[in-house]
Nanobody
Framework: QVQLVESGGGSVQAGGSLRLSCTAS????????VAWFRQALGKEREFVGA????????NYADSVKGRFTISRDNAKNTVYLQMNSLKPEDTAVYYC???????????????WGQGTQVTVSS
C-alpha cells in the first residue's frame, strides 16, 4: 500500500511563510518524481512544482518561481514545499503526488495525498 501524507498547512497573512511536508511510505521512491499541485475553490487543479526524487531536477510553475522552493530528505522519505512571500491567490488545498513522470500533467501521477489547506489572508 502506497501512502503520501501532507502536513504543514494552515492560515497565514500575506507576505508570510509556510512549509508543507509530504511523507511517503509503502515503497521505495528512489526512481520517482514528487510533485505539488494545488486547487483553489471553484478552480482546476494547478501544477506548483516537482522534484526528481534521486536526481534533484526541479520544475516550478511560473506563478511560484522565486517564492516557493521544493526540497527532499531521502532519509525521511519526505519532500518539502517551502512557501515564502505568500499571496492571497496562493490560497488552495495543496496536494503532493508521485509518479515516474516528471512534469505538470496531473493525470500522469499515480499516487496522491489527501491534501492540506493553505489560507492566505490579506
Amino acid at each position: 500500500q502506497v501512502q503520501l501524507v501532507e502536513s504543514g498547512g494552515g492560515s497565514v497573512q500575506a507576505g508570510g511563510s509556510l512549509r508543507l511536508s509530504c511523507t511517503a511510505s509503502g515503497r521505495t521512491f528512489r526512481s520517482y518524481a514528487v510533485a505539488w499541485f494545488r486547487q483553489a475553490l471553484g478552480k482546476e487543479r494547478e501544477f506548483v512544482g516537482a522534484i526528481k526524487w534521486s536526481g534533484g531536477r526541479i520544475n516550478y510553475a511560473d506563478s511560484v518561481k522565486g517564492r516557493f522552493t521544493i526540497s527532499r530528505d531521502n532519509a525521511k522519505n519526505t519532500v518539502y514545499l517551502q512557501m515564502n512571500s505568500l499571496k492571497p491567490e496562493d490560497t488552495a488545498v495543496y496536494y503532493c503526488a508521485a509518479s515516474l513522470y516528471l512534469g505538470d500533467y496531473a493525470p500522469a501521477y499515480d499516487y496522491w495525498g489527501q491534501g492540506t489547506q493553505v489560507t492566505v489572508s490579506s
